[in-house]
């Protein structure tokens, strides 16, 4: 089973910077598709960013052009590179392994979920 470690949330002021990290144990990392999802209070939690094993990307509307998800396959570790935030990217941030086809593209997440990371942007 895999388990998965999110850190680097904080504190940041908005139009800041901020990377999250998720390190990954247990299996074979490289070949995984994963995700970066997050949480906001009273709020469903939503995909953000999405990496294949192969490296292809895809984020969500309201963080495209602002957040880099990026992988270290040597290192087992998923990256969330967060510029120019905004007070509504406050949310716990989670990773997690995520299906994903040719066909039908990222799909839902799979197994089980870390501890997340906690970001807050003040305005």
């Known amino acids: 089973q895999v388990q998965l470690k999110e850190s680097g949330g904080g504190l940041v002021q908005a139009g800041e910077s901020l990377r999250v990290s998720c390190l990954a144990s247990?299996?074979?990392?490289?070949?995984?598709?994963m995700g970066w999802y997050r949480q906001a209070p009273g709020k469903q939690r939503e995909l953000v960013a999405a990496?294949?094993?192969?490296?292809?990307?895809n984020y969500a509307d309201s963080v495209k052009g602002r957040f880099t998800i990026s992988r270290d396959n040597a290192k087992t570790t998923v990256y969330l590179q967060m510029d120019s935030l905004k007070p509504e990217d406050t949310a716990v941030y989670y990773c997690?392994?995520?299906?994903?086809?040719?066909?039908?593209?990222?799909?839902?997440?799979?197994?089980?979920w870390g501890q997340g990371t906690q970001v807050t942007v003040s305005s």
């Open positions: 997690t392994l995520i299906s994903y086809s040719v066909v039908g593209g990222f799909g839902d997440p799979i197994g089980s």
């Open positions: 990496i294949t094993s192969s490296g292809s990307t």
């Open positions: 247990g299996s074979i990392f490289s070949t995984n598709d």
